[in-house]
């Protein structure tokens, strides 16, 4: 029994492990603990916003970001650390088995929402220009042919989902190319062996209380606050990490 527990740990902690090391800044606040293992006594915390919560505005309200960092992503958080602490304590197989669910959906909810706050930034009118002389502005031409074509292939692309998931432009650490791909939930990059660069949030959640019902408009302004130093950033340590 003692062995199942152990594998299961292992799994999801790799799982975890690989998404947020996949980031520069990874993907949480310094002060936060990625040691995964329930006796190391320490639990995952909620890392603050890069910015005050109006910053968004008027891509995305305070309002809606109070509740999206303050209770969602704080309940991923929870629900994570509330998993942790029942794996470790789990005494039967089935025990184990029954916490899967919670580790896999709470682990990813806590990635990508730690992931998606340093990847915007105040809005800025034209700011796919802001790609020019970055290292990610070659690769973007050389993949999809300019910044502009990779944001309309991620609106398609994010439009098409249907019920909740997220859109992530990513690299592809075995073809060292980038890539647009989709994924529903929580599930990330990292379980599908790529590495995050761009998240779009399509939750409800996310855009509900600003667009309404009118998802196209939310992702159309999303461009406006997309952070690309720090797409950038994670796309250089993704490359050299890859090399190593």
């Not at 994570?80 to 089935?94: I, M």
């Not at 184990?96 to 706050?117: C, D, E, R, V």
Request: overall charge neutral; hydrophobic content about 40%.
């Amino acid at each position: 029994m003692h062995l199942s527990l152990s594998k299961v740990a292992f799994t999801f902690a790799s799982t975890a492990i690989l998404a947020l090391s996949s980031s520069t800044h990874c993907a949480a606040s310094s002060e936060e603990s990625f040691n995964i293992t329930p006796s190391a006594g320490k639990n995952y915390t909620l890392p603050p916003l890069p910015y005050a919560y109006n910053a968004l505005e008027p891509v995305i309200s305070e309002q809606i970001m109070k509740l999206h960092h303050d209770k969602h992503h704080k309940a991923y958080v929870d629900g994570l650390n509330t998993a942790l602490t029942g794996l470790s304590n789990a005494k039967d197989a089935d025990t184990i088995a029954s916490l899967q669910s919670a580790l896999h959906f709470n682990s990813g909810g806590h990635i990508n929402h730690s992931i998606f706050w340093k990847n915007m930034r105040a809005p800025r009118e034209d700011n796919n220009k802001s790609t020019n002389g970055l290292k990610i502005d070659k690769a973007i031409k050389e993949q999809f042919g300019s910044t502009d074509k990779l944001t309309k292939l991620m609106q398609t692309r994010v439009l098409a989902i249907q019920g909740s998931g997220w859109c992530w432009l990513v690299l592809d650490p075995a073809t060292q190319k980038l890539d647009v791909i989709t994924l529903p939930n929580q599930d990330t990059p990292g379980m599908v062996n790529k590495v995050p660069l761009l998240g779009i949030d399509i939750w409800e959640h996310a855009f509900y209380l600003d667009y309404l019902n009118v998802k196209a408009d939310y992702v159309t302004n999303f461009w406006k606050v997309v952070n690309w130093d720090d797409v950038n950033q994670r796309y250089e340590n993704a490359v050299s990490k890859s090399k190593n």
